[in-house]
């Protein structure tokens, strides 16, 4: 539902892929492995990819922004779609929309081999290796973590190696992707602090909030919106 009270980008087409499926081995918090027996902190990514990409669809529809979840058909995450086809399937929608396009591929990370909590944490976007229009699209999401993560003595993972933030690495999903694409890794479901935030109405809000305001800054930025 559009808000008329909201800024609108009617000409913004996001496509969101929410990484994984149930089917996906590994891909939980050690808890939900079995591996440890506390705390007891039951985390799925694929569900967490699920949520937060169904609730920004509602958040950025209501600033007018067209919509496409890659996974659409396999919401219930039984069947693991290919990294491949899920470019292809945000390419032939962003072509057929005619509009200006962003994707956005939503997971959370992990560290170690899931028997135990490991200490790495914090919130990393990455993009394709060498400078391209995604790294602005990357720029608009580290700005908006800055604003809602770093105040709560949340980490932030940069490499600033080339003169940005994001880390770099050519991901199949966002390398064929035929717009600006970043793969956003929300904090580590390995990691007792961070998967207590994952699993809070806050933590999800947060992220929520920055997701959106990086869409609709780059949106303007780059799109002239």
Known sequence: EEDEGLKQYPNLCACLDPG?????????SPYSLGKVSSPELDFCEYKFSRLIATNLKELLEMHGVDVFITTTEEMDGTTDVGLSTRANRANNYLSNSGKKGIFMSIH???????????SANGWTCYTTEGKTNSDILAECLYDA??????PKGLRLRTDKTDG????EKDFTVIYKANMPAVL????????IENTEYLLSD???????????????SFAEKFYNM
Do not use: C, M, P
Request: glycine share 12%; no cysteine.
């Open 20 to 28: 994984h499926a149930e089917s996906t081995g590994g891909k939980r």
């Open 108 to 118: 959370a990370d992990a560290d170690g081999d899931g028997s135990a909590w490991t």
């Open 145 to 150: 973590a800055e604003e809602i993560f770093v």
């Open 164 to 167: 940005d933030r994001d880390k």
């Open 184 to 191: 956003v890794e929300n904090f580590f479901y390995t990691n």
């Open 202 to 216: 806050e933590g999800v809000n947060d992220i929520l909030q920055v997701l959106l305001k990086g869409i609709l």
